[in-house]
C-alpha cells in the first residue's frame, strides 16, 4: 500500500494527523526533496528507509516503488499532492501495477500564502473564483496568459511563476488591468523565514527581483478585500429562510 502524503507548506505543523501517523508507521518513505520539511522525517521508526527523490526520474521512481510498495510506504509530496505535483503519473503506474494507494491531503501553499497575509479569496461581489494556476515558462501552459486573466473578477494564484513577473505584468497591461491592481508575493509561507512583499502589478517586480525559489504571486482586486455586496451567509433573512428550509425537510 503507497500512501501520497502531503506534507504541507513548509512548517512541519501543518501535515494533518493522519499525514503523521502515516509516516509513524511507515516501513519506506519516499521525499521529494528540499522542500519537505526535514523535521517530518525524524517521526519515522527506527529502520525506516527514508530516500528522496529530488535527483530521480520517473523510472527510477517506479523501479523504487516496485522493489518497497508491498511495504507501508509512504510518498511524501509538499503542500498537496494534487497540486503541480506530478502525482497522475505515479498513480498510473499504480494501477498498472495492481498496487493499492490512499492520498492523504495536505495545505497547499495558496491556503498557507493566503493566511501568511490574512486574506480571503472570495470576497463577495469581486471574486468568487480562485484560479491556481502558473505562468507559462519553459514549461507549456494550455491556457495561454492573456486567457487566464480575461477572468477579471478572479483570484489568482500563481505557482512556479516567481521569475516570470514581467510575462505577468505586460500580459495584464494589454487587458486593460489598471496599474494599481494589487499585486502580492508570499516568499516561503509559514517557513519561519517567511517574506512578504505588498504591491502593485506595476512596482512589485523591484521589490522580489532577488527571489529565485519558493514563492507564490497573489493577483487581482480581491487583495483589496472590500467586498461590494453583503454575503448572504450571516444575513438574519438568509438564515431564517434556511432554518425554514431545514425544518421543512
Ligand atoms: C512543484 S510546486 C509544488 C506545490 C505543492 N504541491 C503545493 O501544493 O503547494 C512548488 C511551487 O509551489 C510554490 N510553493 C510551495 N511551497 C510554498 C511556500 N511555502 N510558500 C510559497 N510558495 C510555495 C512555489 O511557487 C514553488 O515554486
Not at 238 to 245: D, I, M, N, P, S
Request: net charge negative.
Amino acid at each position: 500500500m503507497v500512501k501520497f502524503v502531503g506534507a504541507g507548506p513548509g512548517d512541519p505543523d501543518l501535515i494533518t494527523v493522519k499525514g503523521q501517523k502515516a509516516l509513524h508507521e511507515a516501513d519506506v518513505v519516499l521525499y521529494t526533496g528540499s522542500l519537505v520539511p526535514k523535521e517530518l522525517l525524524t517521526w519515522c521508526k527506527d529502520g525506516c528507509i527514508i530516500e528522496n527523490s529530488a535527483d530521480m526520474d520517473y523510472e527510477d521512481i517506479f523501479t523504487f516503488i516496485k522493489e518497497h510498495g508491498h511495504k507501508k510506504f509512504v510518498r511524501l509530496h509538499t503542500g498537496d499532492s494534487s497540486i503541480f505535483s506530478t502525482t497522475a503519473k505515479q498513480v498510473e503506474f499504480l494501477r498498472e501495477e495492481n498496487i493499492d494507494f490512499e492520498v492523504i491531503p495536505g495545505v497547499t501553499a495558496a491556503f498557507a500564502a493566503a493566511a501568511s497575509v490574512g486574506i480571503e479569496y472570495t470576497i463577495p461581489g469581486v471574486s468568487q473564483t480562485l484560479i491556481i494556476s502558473r505562468v507559462e515558462g519553459r514549461t507549456p501552459n494550455p491556457e495561454n496568459l492573456r486567457q487566464l486573466l480575461s477572468n477579471k473578477n478572479s483570484s489568482f494564484a500563481f505557482y512556479l511563476s516567481i521569475t516570470l513577473i514581467k510575462k505577468l505584468r505586460e500580459t495584464a497591461y494589454e487587458l486593460g488591468y489598471s496599474k494599481d491592481t494589487p499585486c502580492w508575493v508570499v516568499e516561503k509561507a509559514s517557513w519561519p523565514e517567511e517574506m512578504s512583499y505588498k504591491g502593485t502589478i506595476d512596482d512589485i517586480q523591484d521589490q522580489v527581483s532577488h527571489i529565485k525559489g519558493v514563492a507564490l504571486i497573489l493577483f487581482g482586486d480581491y487583495l483589496h478585500q472590500n467586498a461590494t455586496v453583503e454575503s448572504h451567509l450571516y444575513a438574519k433573512t438568509y438564515k431564517k429562510e434556511g432554518e425554514k428550509t431545514s425544518k421543512a425537510l
